[in-house]
């Protein structure tokens, strides 16, 4: 098989992650776009010119994210309107929500923020308020997190500390229409569900942990589950193949249904928002299904390739983002890895447990080194706990896009799978406290990490000639 759109996509990547190391305008990229056609085989030239085209996107990207109207009104008190774009999350002392600012003063502006508003009632998701506020500088460098630059690199240059605000309308347009799907979801995935067991179906459908108490998101965090609260390519899959299953199970057409599959997973992605993990997902599903719908052949790495294009190229700045690294680390290692370790767990007495602790590990080695550069931590306990949640994740999302789809017909019906979900979120809740809550469960300590490498590398020692004679035994 060909690997030319890989080399291509891969160079369409590359391109736009240079622009973060140093910045190219269009007559230097012309230059070096003539240097390459002069100077490259054919191949190297068409994947050079992605390169340079990439990198001048990127280039300019960056130069937009850098500009803010804003900064020159620090310490500044107006009144403004926004438009609330994200759930609001609640801190010790103090609301904050994202946001974009369309009005300061009387100045007409185009701006995203951070709000900050007194506890208390919070403004919607997808609201338009009016609002009296103080422009604020970000928080800078405090206990290893520096707010300032990683609000930056989301294009995020000031905090709108709001004294008082007023509801004045909602936003339209596509929007206000991931707002209204998101409010459907949030009301139907956990019919009837309070608490904990709603909090964890909301995490886990919708990436929204607000509802998690501290210490429950703590020991999520410690037993290496805390990605389970970020939405990943599993409930992307999950919901073009409930949409798929439908389909089938009505008679529809497999044109027709691809057709929905296709809406649904555009829906699902602008409801739980542009988290990198799940839109990277909802390219790669789109993209099957319109190859299915086209005739054409897919390849898993392009798709992972197109999939960060899409990023880098709105924000090249989520090079930096640890959900971003995660998330490509992980599915790498899925495509690597796990091939060979479910050959090294063969003849082992796991079952269909094989696969699962074969993912979780693979995962586990290829983000351990971003989790420690960007958390200063390591979950040891990763790979047991990951293994024992599996069987949960599955039903779980398939209940409550079950619940959801019979909401608007039975809300009795809704409730009643809305029960059945609450045992799942009640089983991940209690892996996350019984194994996140062991004190050796997380690394934090440098000296105790280098012992565990010790002893990590002395077992690799030891079950290195068995692997080597498992992978190199024949095939029967």
């Given at each position: 098989m060909?690997?030319?759109?890989?080399?291509?996509?891969?160079?369409?990547?590359?391109?736009?992650?240079?622009?973060?190391?140093?910045?190219?305008?269009?007559?230097?990229?012309?230059?070096?776009?003539?240097?390459?056609?002069?100077?490259?085989?054919?191949?190297?030239?068409?994947?050079?010119?992605?390169?340079?085209?990439?990198?001048?996107?990127?280039?300019?990207?960056?130069?937009?994210?850098?500009?803010s109207a804003l900064a020159a009104h620090v310490g500044e008190a107006a009144r403004a309107r926004v438009v609330v774009t994200g759930p609001t999350r609640r801190g010790t002392f103090e609301l904050r929500a994202p946001a974009r600012v369309t009005r300061y003063a009387r100045a007409p502006v185009d701006e995203p923020v951070l709000l900050e508003l007194a506890k208390g009632r919070a403004p919607p998701q997808g609201a338009v308020l009016s609002a009296l506020v103080i422009v604020k500088q970000p928080r800078g460098p405090s206990h290893g997190f520096d707010e300032r630059t990683w609000l930056r690199r989301r294009g995020v240059h000031v905090v709108l500390h709001v004294d008082e605000w007023n509801l004045v309308g909602r936003r339209g347009g596509l929007g206000g229409v991931a707002d209204a799907v998101r409010r459907r979801l949030r009301s139907s995935i956990a019919r009837g569900l309070h608490g904990e067991r709603r909090a964890v179906v909301q995490g886990v459908v919708l990436g929204d942990e607000n509802g998690l108490s501290d210490r429950l998101r703590a020991r999520f965090r410690a037993a290496g589950l805390y990605h389970l609260l970020a939405v990943s390519?599993?409930?992307?899959?999950?919901?073009?193949?409930?949409?798929?299953?439908?389909?089938?199970?009505?008679?529809?057409?497999?044109?027709?249904?691809?057709?929905?599959?296709?809406?649904?997973?555009?829906a699902y992605v602008l409801a739980v928002g542009a988290q990198p993990s799940v839109v990277r997902a909802g390219i790669a599903g789109g993209l099957c299904s319109l190859a299915w719908l086209t005739a054409r052949a897919t390849d898993r790495w392009h798709l992972l390739l197109v999939g960060a294009i899409a990023l880098l190229a709105w924000n090249p700045y989520t090079v930096f983002d640890a959900g971003f690294q995660l998330s490509f680390a992980a599915v790498s290692a899925i495509f690597v890895l796990v091939p060979r370790l479910q050959r090294v767990l063969e003849g082992y007495p796991l079952g269909s447990l094989r696969t699962g602790i074969a993912v979780s590990a693979a995962c586990s080695i290829a983000t351990a080194p971003i989790l420690w550069f960007q958390f200063h931590s390591l979950q040891v306990l990763a790979i047991p706990a990951n293994a024992l949640a599996a069987p949960a994740i599955v039903p779980l999302l398939g209940l409550a896009l079950a619940s959801t789809a019979v909401a608007p017909f039975s809300g009795s019906a809704a409730a009643a799978l809305g029960w059945l979900n609450g045992w799942c979120a009640a089983y991940l809740a209690t892996v996350a406290e019984l194994i996140g809550g062991l004190p050796f469960a997380q690394i934090r300590s440098t000296s105790t990490l280098l012992v565990v490498l010790a002893v990590a590398l002395l077992g690799a020692a030891y079950a290195w000639p068995r692997w080597r004679r498992t992978s190199s035994s024949p095939s029967i």
């Open positions: 060909t690997r030319t759109p890989q080399l291509l996509a891969a160079g369409m990547c590359g391109g736009l992650a240079l622009s973060n190391v140093a910045r190219v305008g269009s007559a230097g990229a012309a230059v070096l776009l003539l240097v390459v056609v002069a100077a490259a085989p054919r191949a190297a030239v068409v994947a050079g010119c992605l390169a340079l085209v990439g990198w001048w996107w990127g280039s300019a990207r960056l130069e937009r994210l850098d500009r390519g599993q409930n992307v899959a999950l919901v073009a193949a409930s949409v798929l299953l439908v389909a089938w199970v009505v008679g529809v057409s497999r044109l027709v249904a691809e057709l929905v599959a296709v809406a649904a997973i555009a």
